[in-house]
């Protein structure tokens, strides 16, 4: 998987669609003026015959005529202006409308890509990966606490947790992480048994930041370590090169399941310098896992598992199977005649 030749036509187009609205948008603005203050009209059209003028004396080279010219503009220009702010209208309103002034919507600052293409990147990944959809139904607007039992005994250790407390903790924990997201650029580490709500809760923290405007990307382990494997083995792909780029320099990576992936040391070695270079750049990481903190130490090694036990906020989420209790009380609920 990597950034297709359809994928990047699909992000071109996005830029095709932002200047083509914002130009409609100007196009409606300019009517709308000109509608209010013909005089303003008039004056634009001056402008517009004394441009041409100044550039027939460009090609003559008549420097005196142009000199005349540009002076003339100038004042119909500020004359314009000042007609525009006492019709009611902001001294901006014809200015062309962008919404990243860096690359002025068209994703490039001369030939290296603008910091708004990451974002449009993303957008793109997500679009495709149904997860926009999925996001509509697991929100933070949408979690439900009582799925957690207030007790619950984990018949492998024989421990009970007061397991919705702790829910309610680490739903709080997810919810700073998202409010505090720009300072604190934090890591959150999920672990708990399948169904618990690792993927729901991760689900919750990239709707919020995405709707911020946060780039965000999520990848369960194996396809995440597929990529990483391709291009370790293939960096003449560029869209594999581009792919490993987002990996390492989105705001969000969320790897889901870590754990279940079938792969060996080089690959784990190239996962842990995605790791810890997100941790030396400041990107925040979110991993979830159904695997014990042991057993993934036994996994990776502890000297390279530490790197995330000392750097992420850890977070164990204990209770039943959801995905099963959402199942039997659709069972148990009573027929409608
Ligand atoms: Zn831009």
Redesign the pocket.
């Known amino acids: 998987m990597g950034l297709n030749t359809s994928q990047y036509q699909s992000v071109m187009r996005i830029y095709e669609q932002k200047q083509s609205k914002n130009r409609a948008t100007l196009h409606a603005r300019y009517e709308e003026v000109y509608k209010r203050s013909p005089e303003l009209k008039a004056l634009d059209e001056s402008v517009s015959a004394l441009s041409i003028s100044y550039g027939r004396q460009l090609l003559n080279g008549d420097q005196q005529a142009m000199a005349s010219l540009k002076k003339d503009m100038a004042s119909l220009r500020e004359a314009r202006q000042e007609l525009l702010v006492s019709c009611g209208f902001a001294p901006d309103y014809l200015e062309p409308i962008y919404e990243?002034a860096?690359?002025q919507?068209t994703?490039y600052?001369g030939s290296q890509k603008?910091?708004?293409?990451k974002k449009a990147v993303c957008d793109i990944l997500y679009e495709q990966s149904n997860l926009k959809e999925i996001l509509l139904r697991e929100n933070f607007d949408t979690f439900q606490l009582d799925y957690y039992p207030l007790n619950y005994l984990e018949t492998k250790s024989g421990h009970t947790y007061q397991a919705r407390a702790m829910m309610v903790e680490t739903l709080a924990a997810c919810k700073e992480f998202v409010r505090t997201f720009r300072e604190s650029r934090g890591n959150l580490f999920l672990y708990g048994d399948v169904g618990v709500g690792k993927t729901f809760l991760s689900n919750c923290i990239a709707r919020d930041l995405i709707e911020e405007g946060f780039s965000v990307i999520y990848f369960s382990a194996p396809t995440l370590f597929n990529i990483l494997a391709q291009g370790a083995f293939d960096k003449n792909r560029p869209e594999s090169r581009d792919m490993q780029e987002y990996i390492h320099e989105c705001d969000l990576l969320i790897i889901d399941d870590l754990g279940t992936e079938f792969t060996n040391n080089f690959i784990v070695s190239k996962f842990f310098s995605c790791v810890n270079e997100r941790l030396l750049n400041k990107r925040s990481t979110v991993i979830s896992t159904n695997l014990s903190l042991d057993t993934l130490a036994d996994l990776y090694t502890e000297r390279a598992f530490s790197r995330i036990t000392s750097n992420y906020t850890m977070l164990k989420l204990v209770g039943d199977d959801i995905r099963i209790k959402k199942k039997l009380r659709r069972f148990s609920e009573p027929d409608r005649p």
């Open positions: 990243c860096d690359c919507d994703g600052i603008c910091h708004c293409f």
